[in-house]
């Protein structure tokens, strides 16, 4: 459930994962209980592997899918599994033994900023590479000139 393929290991290969689509996109092909289904089943796979003495409730992972879905619905299957991955590594630190909605939507609220930094970056450099192309563009059309 939560394998990725090799390739995707980074934010940056999440992004460029095309094989997976976003929480949103599949909420509109099937309907919004499947994918709180998915989530629902992903939170519990967390909780159980991480053996917590207090895990999450039914309820507060019902609650917790929900707001994964409104909030981060913009993030694709890859974005998912790299998150869950990371977490059950330790990579968000620890959870001195309980997992809580908060505790989980900061985890959410980290990632998409990273990942939306990730991108602004992107864009930033592809932007300056465009502008570095228009202008070597024109200065050989000027020296053509001459």
């Not at 996109?25 to 917590?52: C, F, M, P, Y």
């Not at 869950?84 to 990632?111: A, P, V, W």
């Not at 502008?131 to 024109?138: D, F, I, P």
């Amino acid at each position: 459930m939560l394998s990725l393929p090799n390739s995707i290991k980074t934010i940056e290969d999440a992004i460029d994962d095309k094989t997976t689509g976003t929480l949103n996109s599949v909420k509109r092909e099937s309907d919004e209980n499947t994918i709180e289904a998915i989530l629902i089943g992903w939170l519990i796979h967390l909780n159980q592997l991480l053996d917590l003495k207090r895990p999450m409730t039914s309820l507060q992972i019902e609650i917790a899918s929900s707001m994964i879905l409104r909030d981060y619905g913009s993030l694709k299957f890859s974005d998912l599994s790299l998150l869950f991955n990371q977490i059950i590594k330790g990579e968000h630190g620890s959870f001195y033994e309980s997992l809580g909605i908060d505790k989980i939507m900061k985890i959410f609220r980290t990632y998409f900023d990273q990942r939306c930094e990730v991108g602004m970056n992107r864009s930033i450099s592809s932007n300056i590479e465009t502008k570095q192309g228009l202008a070597e563009v024109s200065t050989e059309r000027k020296s053509t000139k001459y």
